[in-house]
C-alpha cells in the first residue's frame, strides 16, 4: 500500500544524506495522491514509490543536483519538455536534499508509539504531510476463516493479531489487548457465546471498524444480549454484521478477502490526505 511506502520513505529520510520527495499538488489524474512520497539515498536506491519508474529515475536526478528545497513541475505544464507522464497528469513535487532530520525522527517516534505525526515541508503548497499509523488487525475466533484471514492478512503486508480458544476464557473479556483508531476487530466465532464478553471490550475501544460473523439468527441474538448488558444503541450501530464487501461469502478464503477489502476500504477512508 502507498501509505506503507511513505512512512518507508519517511524513516528514510531520518538518515543522513537521504532526500525526500513530496507530491504536493496533482493537476489531472495520478496513481498516487497528494502526499505521497519517495525517498532518494546517496548512492541512488530509492525508498518509497511514485509508481512511474521514469519518474522516479528523475527525481533521483533532481535531488543529486538540488542545493535546497524546491518545487517542481513534472508532465503537463512542465519546462521540462523532454520529458512526460503517462497518465498526461501533472505533478508538483517538492524536492528537498536535506529534509529537517529531526522533524522526521519526530514523526517516526509519534508513528512508533502509535500516534499521528506531522512532517512539516517547506517551500510547498502543501503546508505539512500528516501521517497515521498502519492498520493492525485483532482478529477473534476459530477454524478455517479465521486462519485463511491471518494469511491474507499476512501475504498483504497487514499485521495481524490471532486470538482463538486457547487463548482467551469465555465470558471474559480480554486481558492485555489494545485497539487503538487505527485498528479492526473482527470476530470470527461457529460458536456465538464466545462474542459477548469480546464484543463488550471491543466497545470499550476506539477501534474504526468492528466486525462479526453470523446469520440473521445469531445477529439478533447478539444484539439483543449486548443491549441487556447496557450497551447504547450508537455502540451496538458500531458492530458491522455481516461483514465484507462480497455478500454471503461461503468460502474461508472468499471471506477472508471479502473482510479484508472492506476494513482496508475503511482504513483508506481514514487517510488525511483523502
Not at 509519534?110 to 482478529?139: C, S, T, W
Not at 476459530?142 to 495481524?160: K, N, R, S
Request: hydrophobic share 45%; net charge negative.
Amino acid at each position: 500500500m502507498s501509505r506503507a511506502d511513505d512512512r518507508a520513505a519517511l524513516r528514510a529520510a531520518c538518515q543522513p544524506g537521504v532526500g525526500l520527495c513530496t507530491v504536493v499538488g496533482i493537476e489531472g489524474s495520478f496513481s498516487r495522491r497528494v502526499g505521497a512520497q519517495l525517498a532518494v539515498h546517496p548512492n541512488g536506491a530509492l525508498t518509497g514509490s511514485l509508481a512511474d519508474g521514469c519518474l522516479e529515475k528523475q527525481l533521483a536526478s533532481e535531488i543529486a543536483a538540488a542545493s535546497g528545497p524546491v518545487v517542481k513541475r513534472f508532465g503537463a505544464g512542465s519546462e521540462l519538455i523532454d520529458f512526460r507522464l503517462p497518465c498526461g497528469s501533472g505533478l508538483d513535487v517538492l524536492i528537498d536534499p536535506e529534509p529537517d532530520r529531526v522533524l522526521c525522527r519526530a514523526a517516526v517516534e509519534r508513528l512508533d508509539r502509535r500516534e499521528e505525526a506531522v512532517l512539516v515541508l517547506p517551500a510547498a503548497g502543501l503546508p505539512m504531510r500528516r501521517y497515521i499509523p498502519p492498520l493492525r488487525l485483532q482478529l477473534f475466533g476459530e477454524g478455517p476463516e479465521l486462519e485463511a484471514l491471518v494469511a491474507l492478512a499476512g501475504a498483504a503486508g497487514v499485521q495481524a493479531n490471532a486470538h482463538g480458544k486457547d487463548a482467551l476464557s469465555l465470558g471474559r473479556r480480554p486481558a492485555g489487548l489494545t485497539a487503538d483508531r487505527w485498528t479492526a476487530a473482527v470476530l470470527l466465532f461457529h460458536d456465538h457465546e464466545w462474542e459477548q464478553a469480546i464484543l463488550e471490550w471491543a466497545l470499550a475501544t476506539p477501534a474504526f471498524y468492528l466486525g462479526a460473523q453470523g446469520g440473521f439468527e445469531a445477529r439478533r441474538t447478539r444484539l439483543e444480549r449486548l443491549a441487556a448488558n447496557g450497551a447504547a444503541p450508537d455502540q451496538l450501530a458500531r458492530i458491522r454484521s455481516p461483514i465484507g464487501a462480497i455478500a454471503h461469502s461461503r468460502e474461508p478464503g472468499v471471506l477472508a478477502l471479502s473482510v479484508l477489502a472492506e476494513i482496508v476500504g475503511a482504513y483508506e477512508a481514514l487517510h488525511p490526505h483523502g
